[in-house]
């Protein structure tokens, strides 16, 4: 079974499982909660690995965009979204990406949701941020600027989103697996705008980004 046709099946499966009327229209309130549930029953080492799919596509000219512009969707939160979007991408980063989501989908179906400290998810990714701001001259302007900005498809906009976004996540990668991973929990539970904004939160917890 190929990838996509493996994340299809089981985001399917699951998504019938956790709803209480399957043809019912469910609020994106309610589908949030249940997206942060399953992403709390998906293994560290699978959200690690979309980590690092998301990471890959952001390098890519071709596609850094459109990842970009997903992160920033109201509808993140659907496998639907993230399914669409690989068909968009080139056929390297399709496959990586529907990989990785099949291999979420299937460790969350196995799992047992499992607690999140959310708090030390925020401190981790202000790290990242204080570790991009000092690697990438004007990543902190970059990034609130896009967050301040209204028009969510403006060229100029995306284009800082976008930027802001590689510079995050280059840092993100450095940091332990199990900090890689609740950074991804965020991000896909908040949106690109949250996640921008927390990274360049100020803080007196993150004087020394290197513990």
Request: glycine share 6%; with cysteine.
């Amino acid at each position: 079974m190929s990838p996509r046709a493996l994340a299809v099946l089981l985001i399917t499966a699951m998504c019938v499982a956790t709803a209480p009327m399957p043809a019912a229209a469910q609020s994106q309130d309610t589908l949030v909660a249940q997206t942060d549930a399953l992403l709390r029953s998906a293994s560290v080492e699978s959200l690690d690995g979309l980590f690092q799919s998301v990471h890959a596509v952001s390098t890519s000219p071709e596609d850094a965009a459109t990842i970009c512009r997903a992160l920033a969707s109201p509808a993140r939160s659907s496998g639907d979204t993230f399914l669409q979007l690989a068909q968009e991408l080139t056929p390297a980063n399709r496959d990586r990406l529907t990989g990785a989501i099949g291999d979420v989908a299937l460790s969350a179906w196995l799992g047992q949701p499992a607690a999140f400290d959310e708090k030390a998810a925020r401190l981790s990714l202000r790290q990242a941020g204080v570790r991009a701001a000092i690697l990438n001259e004007g990543f902190s302007a970059s990034a609130l600027g896009a967050i301040d900005a209204h028009a969510e498809r403006d060229a100029e906009v995306e284009a800082l989103r976008c930027r802001s976004l590689g510079w995050l996540l280059d840092a993100v990668a450095g940091q332990p697996l199990e900090e890689r991973a609740a950074i991804t929990r965020l991000m896909l539970r908040d949106g690109l705008a949250s996640l921008l904004q927390a990274a360049v939160e100020p803080s007196p917890d993150v004087s020394n980004p290197d513990h």
